[in-house]
């Protein structure tokens, strides 16, 4: 406490005062000398218990900072009375709960990072090992011509698998990295639909469904282009996918002065009521899961839309199809 040049003027000036005034009260009489002299030292000694009692405080306060350096986040050091240092406790039980909030938001990240990793891992181990089998088998010198073609025709298949596996996978960390740069413009919303349900056209006639757009003549919608049409892309495949022969997936688009919903709704066997609250979640894979579903396109498309300021949700009957709602905000 001594060590604090400020405290050392203050006790000097003090003692200087104390000493001034004594000396004109002896000058004038040893009874207001003592006086003055004795009322100097209570002085003193009164600065110096409260100089005390706030570094007894602030010593309190180190140790509390220590502790939560070494990760106590734990500590309550509220304080309610007045005065700076009780404003300094309260600004630190402010920091420490921020700082608490962002530790437990790490040690979730680390896990979703973790699972995230074990999820790649066995998406790709799948396809590895599986081409590793036909590269294996396509070198036996006895293999016959029909089963050489069939094996390689599987090889490249399974190649292109993993090439779009890599790809999205390599979308969503940009998506969550914020690394993904959005330019939303006005664009006609039937150019928006048309672009995101070219890739099915044909494999919706192949599998006789019935791919309609509706969309107001003249409707423009604010959004970029390219990720939109990739979030619809991924929303109207899972349709056709679980649509029977005969169905119909319709596309449609509304907008009003606060957001631009765009509508996904097919004929097919609807979602089960559990798998709902997952639907959106990566690598997940419902009851009505196909053989080669990854689980990745719902994700990639609900991460699109949110980094955007947008929403998607679902409703759904088993047995009387499903509706997804993308809502993209009008800015």
């Not at 005034?21 to 006086?35: E, I, T």
């Not at 306060?61 to 700076?84: K, M, P």
């Not at 049409?229 to 596309?251: D, F, I, Q, S, Y």
């Amino acid at each position: 406490m001594i060590r604090n040049r400020a405290l050392r003027r203050l006790i000097a000036a003090m003692l200087a005062v104390t000493a001034a005034v004594s000396a004109a009260g002896f000058w004038l009489d040893w009874r207001a000398g003592c006086l003055a002299l004795l009322l100097g030292i209570i002085l003193l000694m009164c600065a110096l218990l409260f100089a005390w009692l706030q570094y007894r405080r602030i010593r309190r306060l180190s140790r509390c900072l220590e502790r939560i350096c070494a990760g106590d986040y734990t500590l309550d050091v509220r304080d309610n009375d007045e005065g700076e240092l009780s404003i300094l406790q309260n600004d630190i039980h402010k920091v420490t709960r921020i700082l608490n909030e962002q530790n437990q938001q790490l040690s979730q990240e680390q896990t979703r990072l973790a699972d995230s990793i074990s999820d790649i891992s066995h998406q790709l181990k799948t396809p590895l090992t599986s081409m590793m089998m036909m590269a294996d088998l396509l070198q036996s010198p006895n293999l016959p011509p029909e089963k050489r073609t069939e094996f390689s025709h599987s090889l490249h298949v399974q190649l292109d698998r993993l090439e779009w596996l890599v790809a999205s996978l390599l979308k969503l960390a940009r998506l969550d990295a914020g690394a993904v740069i959005f330019h939303p413009e006005e664009q006609e919303a039937r150019t928006v639909l048309e672009k995101a349900c070219a890739p099915l056209t044909i494999p919706a006639e192949l599998r006789g469904l019935t791919l309609a757009l509706d969309v107001p003549e003249g409707l423009r919608v604010k959004c970029d282009l390219n990720w939109t049409v990739e979030a619809l892309l991924n929303v109207v495949k899972n349709c056709v996918e679980h649509t029977p022969p005969g169905g119909t997936v319709t596309v449609s688009v509304q907008k009003n002065p606060l957001f631009a919903l765009f509508t996904v709704t097919d004929t097919g066997e609807g979602i089960a009521r559990e798998d709902l609250p997952h639907l959106f979640e990566r690598f997940y894979r419902g009851k009505n899961a196909s053989s080669d579903s990854i689980g990745i396109g719902l994700a990639m498309a609900s991460a699109i839309l949110r980094a955007q300021g947008g929403d998607i949700s679902v409703k759904s009957i088993p047995g009387q199809g499903s509706t997804f709602s993308l809502k993209l905000l009008s800015k």
